[in-house]
């Protein structure tokens, strides 16, 4: 009988045990409900950062004000809304496109056709940049121009699911000196850090 109640507890305590990890488990698993939604607000998409505040500050870096300040926001603005599906679909097509070369048997064909949309797709994303850089240096003075070129130098692309990335650029030597070349730091004034 003694045997039993040792073995029926051991039962026991492994049961106990493997619900705890179930739990905890199950806990780290669970999708986090998006922000908002604690606060009986609809849920909003997680983006990089709210691109309005982004433009913004970088309105604000630029020290545009008025009339240009509000078209240089609303082209920045439509530049951003332009290529969020191509960016979308970017990241879809790499995502089918990883399916296929890891799957049992990769389909050479749908993998070349996989290829040529992304680089549609990337093709289209470059042409937005390059029309959205030139139009936006149209609507600043040379000054402002200067800075959001440094600004633009110090950005470094961020792969397929963004244009650019904020991280701290590491620029070569080269580099470095070609910029400084082509747009001068600031004299005196002190200018400040780009809003990365």
Do not use: C
């Not at 470059?126 to 040379?142: F, P, Y």
């Not at 070129?149 to 692309?157: A, E």
């Not at 244009?163 to 730091?185: A, H, I, N, T, V």
């Amino acid at each position: 009988m003694r045997r039993w109640g040792l073995v029926l507890a051991l039962l026991l305590s492994v049961g106990i045990n493997l619900g705890l990890f179930a739990v905890i488990a199950v806990r780290r698993l669970a999708p986090r409900p998006l922000p908002g939604a604690e606060a009986g607000l609809p849920p909003r998409p997680v983006l990089a950062g709210d691109p309005i505040a982004r433009l913004t500050r970088l309105a604000n870096f630029l020290e545009l004000e008025g009339e240009e300040r509000r078209r240089f926001i609303d082209l920045q603005l439509s530049f951003y809304q332009e290529t969020l599906k191509l960016r979308a679909e970017m990241g879809e097509v790499n995502r089918e496109l990883r399916r296929e070369i890891t799957s049992r048997e990769p389909d050479p064909q749908r993998i070349d056709r996989l290829l040529e949309r992304s680089s549609r797709i990337h093709l289209g994303l470059e042409r937005a940049l390059a029309g959205n850089v030139l139009q936006s240096r149209e609507l600043l003075d040379a000054r402002q121009e200067r800075r959001y070129m440094r600004l633009l130098g110090r950005l470094r692309p961020a792969g397929p699911l963004g244009l650019f990335s904020d991280r701290p650029p590491r620029p070569g030597p080269r580099q470095q000196e070609r910029m400084e070349r082509r747009f001068p730091p600031p004299g005196e004034e002190g200018e400040p850090e780009p809003p990365l």
